[in-house]
T-cell receptor, first 115, second 112 residues
């Protein structure tokens, strides 16, 4: 398995509280991604990063922010958690660049429950 | 990225070949076909990818039609551990990298 570690693996939090999920990689890949997975929706991209301090929005970015201060770490923050953000969150990494052909590797996921 | 269409679910007998189809009729010339799978509660796992030619690795074979509008993932000797959701994805290497949205995929049940 690619060196991707997500933490925590499980979390229960209350509505309105801030939550930060961490993705750590040891592969030195340039690109990192946060997805969420919900029944009936497959995996949907929240945010991604194409380098240190370089990030952009994905399809479902509302209510989420990200930061990448080091190559190896990509943080996803829910500023004020809502029940609609209850989901399984996956981090992914890839070497992909413009026109490049490469695969992505996924972490084991974080199950977040907002009550 | 081009849209893909896959059957919702399929069954396969253990030890037999599992053939998973995918339609991608709007694929562009520079888009690759990727296959991933997701075993229950785990992160998606890369299987194989290709552009025009058929590809084979230790996990599977990928057959892409000449017009590239469809493809088939073949697991040559399916085992119970191959029970998973299989995602067919078509993408081009965008400046943002792997900005791909996974659809619902095909749920493969391998039965003893």
């Amino acid at each position: 398995d690619a060196g991707i570690t997500q933490s925590p693996r499980h979390k229960v939090t209350e509505t309105g509280t801030p939550v930060t999920l961490r993705c750590h990689q040891t592969e030195n890949h340039r690109y990192m991604y946060w997805y969420r997975q919900d029944p009936g929706h497959g995996l949907r991209l929240i945010h991604y990063s194409y380098g240190v301090k370089d990030t952009d929005k994905g399809e479902v970015s509302d209510g989420y922010s990200v930061s990448r201060s080091k190559t190896e770490d990509f943080l996803l923050t829910l500023e004020s958690a809502t029940s609609s953000q209850t989901s399984v969150y996956f981090c992914a990494i890839s070497e992909a660049g413009l026109g490049e052909n490469t695969e992505a590797f996924f972490g084991q996921g974080t199950r977040l429950t907002v009550v | 990225d081009a849209k893909t269409t896959q059957p919702t679910s399929m069954d396969c007998a253990e030890g037999r070949a599992a053939n998973l189809p995918c339609n991608h009729s709007t694929i562009s010339g520079n888009e690759y076909v990727y296959w991933y799978r997701q075993i229950h509660s785990q992160g998606p796992q890369y299987i194989i990818h290709g552009l025009k030619n058929n590809e084979t690795n230790e996990m599977a074979s990928l057959i892409i039609t000449e017009d590239r509008k469809s493809s088939t993932l073949i697991l040559p000797h399916a085992t119970l551990r191959d029970t998973a959701v299989y995602y067919c994805i078509v993408r081009v290497g965008l400046g943002g990298g792997f900005k791909t949205i996974f659809g619902a995929g095909t749920r493969l049940f391998v039965k003893a």
